[in-house]
């Protein structure tokens, strides 16, 4: 298994451009979830879903759009980049019931300026 | 909804020696406590969960302890290596996962 992979690994983007980050998983789990990382804020939840056709706001969703089309699955876009969003994005997944359990993926280094 | 605080921000240790992060949250609902071990340009990784239902749980060199009552909990490592140097978060759970802000260990050789 791959666990949880994400693409690209860095990008820069110009204020107000957009971008799709991917994240897939082939462990079959039902919950999956974006997280950003910031220097001293720990890891902040952006979306997450709980199955296919279902997803949720977390702390800081404002900028971000994502959609759960698949199991497998689950992007989130940018709609307008800004220079907040400068940071370091995880997704994660764990089998439904058990959220304490998450794989993350090896994250998405991205800059705006 | 759950908030998770962590301290201290950044602890070292000489190696041999133990480590001790602490952690509080708010919800009386969140009834799983994980500890996740981020090292340097990865994803974080569960090492350790501790469910309300139990006081203590050991893992070889690394323990959690859970206070339900006053809400705290702790990820004691004993016997400190060098490839013990990482960032450690806490977290709670009802649902979603509420991560603290992370604590860097060193370990000093």
């Known amino acids: 298994n791959a666990g949880v992979t994400q693409t690209p690994k860095f990008q820069v983007l110009k204020t107000g451009q957009s971008m799709t980050l991917q994240c897939a998983q082939d462990?079959?789990?039902?919950?999956m979830s974006w997280y950003r990382q910031d220097p001293g804020m720990g890891l902040r939840l952006i979306h997450y879903s709980v199955g296919a056709g279902i997803t949720d706001q977390g702390e800081v969703p404002n900028g971000y759009n994502v959609s759960r089309s698949t199991t497998e699955d689950f992007p989130l876009r940018l709609l307008s980049a800004a220079p907040s969003q400068t940071s370091v994005y995880f997704c994660?997944?764990?089998?439904?019931?058990?959220?304490?359990?998450?794989?993350f993926g090896p994250g998405t280094r991205l800059t705006v300026t | 909804g759950e908030n998770v605080e962590q301290h201290p921000s950044t602890l070292s240790v000489q190696e041999g020696d133990s480590a001790v992060i602490k952690c509080t949250y708010s919800?009386?609902?969140?009834?799983?406590f994980p500890w996740y071990k981020q090292e340097l340009g990865k994803g974080p990784q569960l090492i350790i969960d501790i469910r309300s239902n139990v006081g203590e749980k050991k893992d070889q060199r690394i323990a959690v302890t859970l206070n339900k009552t006053a809400k705290h909990f702790s990820l004691h490592i004993t016997e400190t290596q060098p490839e013990d140097s990482a960032v450690y978060f806490c977290a709670a759970t009802n649902t979603p996962l509420v991560f603290g802000k992370g604590t860097r260990l060193s370990v000093i050789a």
């Open positions: 462990m079959n789990h039902e919950y």
């Open positions: 919800d009386s609902a969140s009834n799983y």
């Open positions: 994660a997944s764990s089998k439904q019931g058990a959220y304490y359990e998450q794989y």
